[in-house]
């Protein structure tokens, strides 16, 4: 860590002015060096005051390493980059290198950003949180579904906790606010095939705060949204990163267990809805009864037969025709 760091790190962990002499004798540099750094970190984008009683950083909505590790209860790695393609590119190159488990990394701009069935995902704004946590899990590759279910229930708790409002989960991996998608995840994994196990997965994570200047482009603002409906408080970006690192780590470290499948069922959107499940080239038309202990979607077809499924696209079906959205 170098001063200018070192120097971040002592203000963020003080809400009063901390004087440049205390700061210099905890670093145990001079006081000029200590004005150079603050220099630096205003350079950077940093409000800091400075009067007779030293120096204070302001509060403001800052998204940078300092302010989510305010909110971590784990130590985990995080690379923060301000443009790339996606941060499940990265993720994945950074795990062909050997990063271990736990790591993070946080995109403040995608310029590829992609959903499940290799749909674009809406990522270029700064009104939106797009991070990847790498794991290394010991499970076979069937039971990978279980990463996003845990992924989905903790997006949608730490949701809650940040912001109060209520989210539900459209099977398998969206995030839903009063019937629009505010949030999706995208796992992807490396398969051992000599052992039938995972070398690593990566869950990509993407939630809309708040809707783009201009709103959602016309193809998807009748179906999408923001946690908020205006803009997101001051800080709240950072706050969400970590809330949700905590709240994926907590589920994950009993993943076995299966705890979270009863959460995931509590916050469903989508048990007892009809629905047009899309396999491929095959349409299945019913309503959904369950979710299994697998994490399957079951439905009766119109006929009465049952289907469980285990990946697919269920579209709600808002009307009595065959349609489902």
Request: aromatic share 8%; proline share 2%.
């Amino acid at each position: 860590m170098n001063t200018k760091d070192k120097v971040l790190s002592i203000l963020y962990g003080n809400e009063a002015y901390v004087s440049g002499e205390y700061i210099a004798t905890q670093l145990g540099i001079s006081r000029n060096s200590v004005w150079k750094a603050v220099n630096q970190l205003r350079e950077g984008g940093y409000s800091i005051t400075a009067g007779s009683e030293g120096y204070l950083l302001e509060r403001t909505g800052a998204f940078d390493e300092h302010a989510i590790r305010r909110y971590l209860k784990r130590k985990h790695k995080l690379y923060i980059y301000n443009e790339e393609g996606s941060s499940n590119t990265v993720a994945k190159s950074l795990c062909a290198q050997g990063e271990g488990e736990g790591t993070v990394v946080i995109v403040k701009s995608q310029t590829e950003g992609r959903g499940r069935l290799g749909r674009t995902f809406l990522s270029s704004s700064e009104n939106g949180l797009y991070m990847t946590i790498i794991l290394r899990p010991k499970i076979p590759v069937q039971k990978c579904v279980n990463i996003t279910v845990a992924g989905a229930v903790a997006v949608a708790d730490a949701i809650e906790k940040t912001s109060g409002v209520k989210s539900g989960i459209k099977w398998v991996n969206d995030i839903y606010i009063n019937d629009k998608k505010c949030a999706g995840i995208l796992t992807e994994a490396s398969i051992d095939f000599e052992c039938g196990g995972v070398q690593y997965a990566v869950i990509g994570i993407g939630v809309n705060l708040c809707p783009p200047v201009g709103g959602f482009d016309p193809e998807i603002k009748e179906i999408a949204c923001g946690v908020y409906e205006k803009e997101y408080p001051q800080g709240y970006k950072a706050r969400l990163c970590g809330e949700i690192i905590n709240e994926f780590f907590d589920i994950y470290e009993y993943i076995e267990g299966k705890e979270y499948l009863k959460a995931y069922k509590e916050k469903s959107i989508i048990i007892g809805k009809a629905v047009d499940v899309y396999v491929g080239d095959k349409i299945v038309y019913g309503t959904v009864i369950d979710i299994d202990e697998d994490a399957n979607l079951v439905v009766k077809d119109d006929s009465g037969k049952i289907h469980t499924f285990n990946s697919g696209e269920a579209r709600v079906r808002k009307t009595n025709d065959k349609r489902g959205v």
